[in-house]
């Protein structure tokens, strides 16, 4: 049983009043991987590092399984890391690399160099054992530093941004084999990431923090469908949703000549607060280019092949917003044409808090 | 790929200012170097022809080398001071580095709030003449009976050797990734581990430095082996300041005597030559 929880652990650094991480509430299930995302400083490898025994937790407790580990030294804590940088050791060969942590555990030599024999099969680094680390590609490197993790048996990987060194092809490839891998030994695993869409490719769930603050954690379609607030909704997809200034009418959202129903229960919340300070949330393929809605000129085509994104500056409630709005790869527009934007739909809408308002159904869970 | 005139130009500036600097700098080689090889050069010669008008062209001899060799009753010999010299110098290197190393691991990977104080401190030492301090290091030596004896220069060699250590080596540790002292702990070391498999492997060149450094500093120190330990205990440079005298200067053999005296210098800097360009220049180039 590995199960792995923080129960309202808080880091703050010294010479610093805002903590890393804030009374983080989370728990990882047996056997997920459990992928925490956010952008630069959102406390995300620090909230690693204080699970790996890097960092000291200030307040608050982890635990593994039944085990409080908050104080425990990290060798003590029976989890594996996977660095950024790898750091692989220079001087040993990728053999004594993969086997250091079995020769710390005092494990007779015959049975390391099976085990580590074992582990190059699995990775495919039969072949470059005798290799000292400077001699591998970025690729082979990080399968050296999977392998020395994996040889342990941990109870928990923990894998900080591992595959930010490899270049774009690369980095998909090894995310399916990290993937694959930690789903054939079904080890507890928590990954760190700034890519959201390594995020949502890889997690059993995902873990959403900013400024240390864990802002959401759920399944990666209930992330994209259903995001908790704005700072969710703006991080979550790819390409980015629409969040535009919005207003209010008897029961309908007002977009230009468009009018959207709004769901009764955000139509009831909605009249209830005032219709002050809306934002509309709205994911590009819920917009279309057409004659009704708020007019608006086309400043960027990005033309992908299958699909186009059109970059549009619209004026809606007095400002002027940017947004994208996704169109067939057979739709003829140009940068400096000007069109009308149409909502299709779905909308989500965020109250002046920042928080999404509940939906009829969601209100009813 | 065609050149143009102006690449040309720029090329051919940049071969003449190239050409002239390696010219300085075999001119500034050649005049250091210059006393150490008119030495070597007397030390072939005899006295006659050593303190007449400079030559180049004379009949080598080894006599004078033979000279500087022999011993006489009741003075320090070449073996004994050889001997003692080796023992001070080995003895307090190796103490350098094993204090310097625990020290310098600390100071780089656990730093304390005033690291930097320390830091100072250790080099603070160095500043004071060490004229100013011999006469209350002599009456402590001699309250403890340690004057003319080894341990007195081992202690002070180390003492002396130790500041160096400590801020050369720590810069070769902060040289080291944090990643892979985290990676170890990680991986199940104590700090005794980290420090003997991964730090100190990573950072040889740099203690392979910092060992010839220590080594030459104590080998060739004089003044402090004069002081406190002048009689047959003592090393080299007292050795070979013996072989000046007020019956006239000998000067083929005082060249000879000093040639033996710089030779375990030369031979160990040359044998540690790569390693020690490399951990000088560790941290130069990230």
């Keep these: 049983m590995s199960e792995v929880s923080y129960r309202d652990a808080t880091k703050t650094y010294p010479g610093t009043d805002a903590p890393a991480v804030n009374r983080l509430n989370l728990t990882i299930d047996d056997g997920e991987l459990l992928v925490l995302v956010g952008p630069s400083g959102s406390g995300k490898s620090t909230a690693l590092r204080m699970l790996a025994g890097l960092e000291a937790c200030d307040e608050g407790s982890i635990f593994i399984g039944d085990r409080d580990v908050t104080l425990a030294q990290p060798k003590d804590r029976d989890v594996a890391m996977i660095f950024q940088s790898y750091a692989l050791y220079p001087h040993m060969t990728v053999a004594q690399n993969i086997g250091f942590p079995l020769k710390q555990q005092k494990v007779p030599k015959d049975e390391r160099a099976r085990q580590v024999r074992e582990a190059a099969r699995i990775l495919d680094l039969e072949d470059y054992l005798d290799r000292k680390p400077k001699q591998l590609s970025g690729g082979q490197r990080q399968r050296v530093a999977t392998g020395r993790a994996i040889v342990r048996h941990p109870q928990v990987f923990l894998m900080d941004e591992p595959l930010s060194n490899l270049d774009a092809k690369l980095r998909v490839q090894t995310r399916a084999e990290l993937a694959d891998l930690q789903a054939r030994l079904g080890v507890t695993t928590v990954y760190v990431t700034h890519d959201q869409v390594e995020a949502m490719t890889m997690g059993h769930r995902v873990a959403i923090l900013d400024y240390g603050e864990l802002q959401q954690v759920a399944r990666p379609g209930e992330l994209y469908r259903h995001p908790v607030n704005l700072f969710v909704a703006g991080f979550i997809g790819s390409p980015a949703m629409n969040l535009i200034p919005t207003d209010t009418e008897d029961g309908m959202v007002v977009f230009g000549t468009s009018r959207i129903e709004m769901d009764p229960a955000v139509a009831a919340t909605v009249s209830r607060a005032g219709a002050k300070d809306l934002t509309m949330g709205i994911r590009p393929q819920g917009l279309s280019l057409g004659s009704e809605g708020v007019p608006a000129e086309v400043v960027v085509v990005e033309e992908l092949g299958s699909e186009t994104f059109v970059f549009v500056e619209l004026e809606h409630l007095g400002q002027i917003v940017r947004g994208r709005v996704r169109v067939d790869a057979e739709y003829r527009v140009s940068r400096g044409d000007y069109t009308n934007v149409e909502v299709l739909g779905p909308v989500h809408l965020f109250g002046a808090d920042g928080l999404r308002l509940k939906t009829a159904t969601e209100q009813g869970d | ?286």
């Design chain 2, 1 to 286: 790929m065609t050149l143009t005139a102006r690449d040309k130009q720029l090329r051919g500036q940049s071969r003449w200012g190239t050409a002239a600097l390696g010219l300085v700098t075999w001119l500034v080689a050649a005049l250091f170097f210059f006393p150490v090889f008119w030495m070597v050069l007397n030390s072939f010669k005899t006295e006659l022809v050593a303190n007449t008008k400079p030559v180049l062209l004379f009949e080598p001899t080894l006599d004078r080398w033979e000279a500087a060799i022999d011993s006489i009753p009741g003075l320090l010999s070449f073996s004994e001071a050889f001997f003692n010299s080796f023992l001070i110098v080995i003895v307090s290197t190796v103490l350098v580095l094993v204090l310097a190393i625990p020290a310098a691991y600390a100071l780089s990977i656990y730093p304390i709030k005033a690291w930097r104080d320390a830091l100072f401190f250790f080099i603070s030492t160095k500043f004071l003449p060490i004229v100013a301090a011999i006469l209350p290091l002599w009456i402590m030596a001699k309250e403890l009976g340690l004057l003319n004896t080894h341990l007195v220069l081992i202690i002070l060699y180390t003492a002396m050797n130790l500041p160096l250590a400590v801020w050369m080596l720590r810069s070769f540790f902060g040289e080291v990734p944090r990643e892979l002292i985290e990676a170890a702990q990680m991986d199940g070391t104590g700090l005794y581990g980290q420090i003997k498999d991964v730090m100190l492997p990573i950072v040889a060149p740099g203690v392979a430095a910092t060992a010839l450094l220590c080594f030459i500093f104590a080998w060739n120190e004089f003044f402090l082996a004069v002081q406190l330990n002048p009689v047959e205990g003592s090393t080299v440079p007292v050795w070979v300041s013996t072989n000046v005298t007020t019956r006239g200067n000998f000067m083929a053999k005082l060249s000879a005597a000093s040639t033996l005296a710089v030779l375990p210098v030369v031979i160990a800097g040359w044998i540690a030559q790569k390693k020690m360009i490399r951990g000088l220049s560790m941290g130069a180039v990230k």
